[in-house]
């Protein structure tokens, strides 16, 4: 029996350009990332409560809402959501990803991700 997709709503992921920094020959979380990535894991964990981890092959979507105006990669904004859902086990690895899917949207949270299940 195929399950629906789970459903998870972040703040807006910061780009990959952001996520790492240099210095004193060592590379290093960004603030601005690890602040991200606290506030990210503590909202997957309050909507997991009634989830289970997708083990295996699945699919991701992520919707994103432009934050202003300026020109934007929206393939930037899929390292960071990925690393972190693979952080909070909601995944078992992002090497089982099959399909990504990336789309900017009107209007709605920040960022909304769907994960399916493709061993079911």
């Given at each position: 029996?195929?399950?629906?997709?789970?459903?998870?709503?972040?703040?807006?992921?910061?780009?990959?350009?952001r996520?790492?920094?240099?210095?004193?020959?060592?590379?290093?979380?960004?603030?601005?990332?690890?602040?991200?990535?606290?506030?990210?894991?503590?909202?997957?964990?309050?909507?997991?409560?009634?989830?289970?981890?997708?083990?295996?092959?699945?699919?991701?979507?992520?919707?994103?809402?432009?934050?202003?105006?300026?020109?934007?990669?929206?393939?930037?904004?899929?390292?960071?959501?990925?690393?972190?859902?693979?952080?909070?086990?909601?995944v078992?690895?992002?090497?089982?990803?099959?399909?990504?899917?990336?789309?900017?949207?009107?209007?709605?949270?920040?960022?909304?991700?769907?994960?399916?299940?493709?061993?079911?």
């Amino acid at each position: 029996m195929k399950r629906d997709p789970l459903k998870f709503i972040l703040t807006l992921p910061p780009s990959v350009n952001r996520l790492w920094r240099m210095g004193r020959g060592k590379m290093y979380r960004s603030k601005n990332y690890d602040e991200w990535r606290t506030l990210s894991l503590w909202q997957l964990s309050c909507q997991m409560r009634d989830k289970t981890q997708i083990t295996g092959h699945y699919r991701l979507r992520l919707e994103a809402v432009r934050p202003d105006r300026r020109k934007r990669d929206l393939g930037n904004l899929e390292k960071a959501a990925h690393d972190v859902l693979v952080s909070a086990e909601i995944v078992e690895d992002d090497s089982y990803c099959q399909v990504i899917e990336l789309a900017w949207v009107k209007a709605g949270p920040e960022c909304v991700i769907y994960l399916e299940s493709l061993d079911d």
